[in-house]
Structure formats: structure tokens, C-alpha cells
């Protein structure tokens, strides 16, 4: 065999060796002494002081904070229920429970997203958004380019 060793090869040093015992069935672990007892971890503790910081909830806008959190609970709302409605398909198969959950956080995305763009709208410190990037503008379906003459001439 590859692995058998032969009589030229020295001991395998065993680092628990030294703290063998031959009077009992396992390993003696030594005490380490020092001035780290338990009672030390307390005063260890007390000494580190945590930074303190003041929130102030003047800094943001009343209706601003309340939309925030409004948003932030309506859209875990609806993640969850998505998920939940998908993880019940993927493991136990099409049920009644599946299609109601996936509807209700879709529901609940669409409820988010009209409440966003509502207090866009009633801002009044949000900025305008342009029509668009490109130049072209939307008109009930249709669309329209504006492109500039130097557009098709070469350069």
C-alpha cells in the first residue's frame, strides 16, 4: 500500500501528548490562571462606552415619515404573500391558497406603487420629471419622434 509507513519515518508528533493522563480516560486540561476570571468580563464591559445618538424626528416631514413606513409595511406585506403563495405551489402543489396569495401580493404591490406616486404627485419640493430621455413623446398610444436635420446627415 502507498499509505503504510516505514521504519525510517519519524513519529507523527501528537500535540496533546504533554496533557495526556494515564490515571484517567481523557486528556487533563491545565487551569490557566490570570486576572480574566468571569467576573473581570463585567468591568471589561462597563469600561467600552456606546457612542449615544440623538434622533431628532423634526428632520424629516410628518407625512414624508408616515408614507415611509406606510410603504415599507405594505410592500413586506406583499412580498411575504407572494413568496408564500409560491412556496406553497412549489411544495405541496396547486391549491386554493396559492392563487389568493399570489393575488393578494400583487394587490398589495399595485397599492404601493398608486400610494408612491400619490405623494409624488402632492409634493410640492419634488422636482418635475422630464417627458422623456430621447426626445419622443407619448400621446394616448401613439408616438411621435422629434429628430433633429443633422441626425441623418453624416458627420
Known amino acids: 500500500m502507498v499509505f503504510d509507513r516505514t521504519e525510517n519515518e519519524p513519529d507523527e508528533w501528537d500535540p ?3 496533557y495526556y493522563d494515564p490515571d484517567s480516560d481523557g486528556l487533563t486540561i491545565p487551569q490557566v490562571s490570570g486576572d480574566d476570571g468571569p467576573g473581570d468580563l463585567d468591568d471589561l464591559s462597563s469600561a467600552i462606552e456606546s457612542p449615544e445618538v440623538e434622533v431628532n424626528d423634526a428632520d424629516v416631514p410628518a407625512d414624508l415619515l408616515q408614507t415611509f413606513w406606510a410603504l415599507v409595511l405594505v410592500l413586506n406585506a406583499a412580498v411575504l404573500a407572494v413568496s408564500l403563495g409560491l412556496l ?3 411544495f405541496e402543489g396547486y391549491s386554493t391558497r396559492v392563487p389568493a396569495l399570489v393575488v393578494a401580493g400583487v394587490v398589495l404591490f399595485g397599492f404601493a406603487v398608486r400610494r408612491y406616486r400619490r405623494f409624488q404627485a402632492d409634493d ?3 422636482e ?3 417627458e422623456s430621455d430621447d426626445g419622443a413623446e407619448t400621446t394616448s398610444g401613439s ?3 422629434e429628430q433633429s436635420p443633422n441626425r441623418d446627415e453624416p458627420s
Open 88 to 90: 406553497i405551489l412549489l
Open 128 to 130: 418635475p420629471r422630464p
Open 143 to 145: 408616438v411621435a419622434q
Open 124 to 126: 410640492p419640493d419634488a
Open 16 to 18: 496533546e501528548e504533554e
